[in-house]
């Protein structure tokens, strides 16, 4: 199930509240790293939070996008470890299926070499 996030309409937040800006920044974290883990659109998510950093906080009073950007950021410590883990995992797991897939090759290699070698030792058998 999708998480949901604030993606836009950020003219109706009141941005000098430090509350809504750090709910706003976990929402936004949730999503990412809840599509991360569910090989969701992570793309899709991290769109929203751009917009936000990279579209309306430029439009706002220096000294306001200043305070809000630094909330913001201190709300992303802990979800971005998240992220930083769940991409840890998802590279192990990775890793993982690779060797797995590794090991399957050569063992079918083998079997195809003791089969050609079977079926020449009965052509030279006959």
């Known amino acids: 199930m999708p998480v949901s996030y ?18 706003l920044a976990r929402g936004h974290w949730q999503a990412i790293n809840h599509a991360a ?24 009073d220096a000294a306001l996008a200043l305070h809000v950007r630094d909330v913001y950021i201190d709300a ?4 971005s470890r ?12 990775a890793l993982d299926l690779l060797e797995r897939r590794k090991r399957y090759l050569r063992k079918s290699v083998i079997l195809i070499i003791a089969l050609a070698i079977l079926s020449l030792i009965s052509r030279l058998m006959r």
């Open 82 to 93: 998240e992220l930083a883990r769940i991409a840890a995992l998802k590279n192990e797991q």
């Open 76 to 79: 992303s410590v802990e979800p």
């Open 6 to 23: 604030r993606g836009d309409g950020f003219d109706a937040l009141d941005l000098h509240d430090d509350e809504i800006v750090r709910e």
């Open 37 to 60: 883990a569910s090989n969701g659109d992570v793309d899709a998510a991290h769109e929203a939070q751009s917009r936000f950093l990279d579209e309306h906080l430029p439009r706002l």
